[in-house]
């Protein structure tokens, strides 16, 4: 009869803490920088260039936009500084789209960042993204002049059209 040994508990204890050492020292890091990165690049505006969120206890006049491939309709929205709008957008086309309204800088700037961060979303309150066949609402209060722009941040998207402006006068 042959007899098995089984390993000692220290043994496997120790064996135990160098796999927790190992995980510690370079798995976990690397899981948590790159959700540390994809934030930053999400989080690039410490405040909003074409306003504010708006007050849901105020009035706000209502403008429709429909989304599709690759196009929004209307392509340009005249309001008045001050104005508070709700956005209902609504995405008629057949893949995801969204509605991010920022200054044509920022939006440039952002798309390049999603273009390297394929997965990130928006539902941010200057911006939706919505499935095919989808709403939802942005409920703005335009406190800047200027002229801003909303445009669709999925790679590609921007470049095929899908680009609309917002005159604050």
Known sequence: MK???????IERKNEMHAIIRWLTRSIIPVVLLSFVT????HEQHGGYSAGEPGNPKRPAR????EMSEMDYSPSVIE?????????IIRNLGTEDHEFL????????????????????????????RLAPKKSGEI?????????????CLIPNHREYGMIGKVIVK
């Open 3 to 9: 007899v098995i040994e089984h390993p000692k508990p």
């Open 38 to 41: 994809v934030a930053a690049a």
């Open 62 to 65: 209502e403008i429709v936009v």
């Open 79 to 87: 309001v008045k500084r001050g104005e508070q709008i709700r956005f």
């Open 101 to 128: 309204l920022a200054t044509t800088a920022e939006n440039l700037q952002h798309g390049e960042a999603m273009k390297k961060h394929t997965g990130m979303e928006h539902d941010d309150p200057n911006g939706v």
């Open 139 to 151: 409920l703005w209060k335009f406190s800047k002049a200027g002229t801003f722009e909303y445009s």
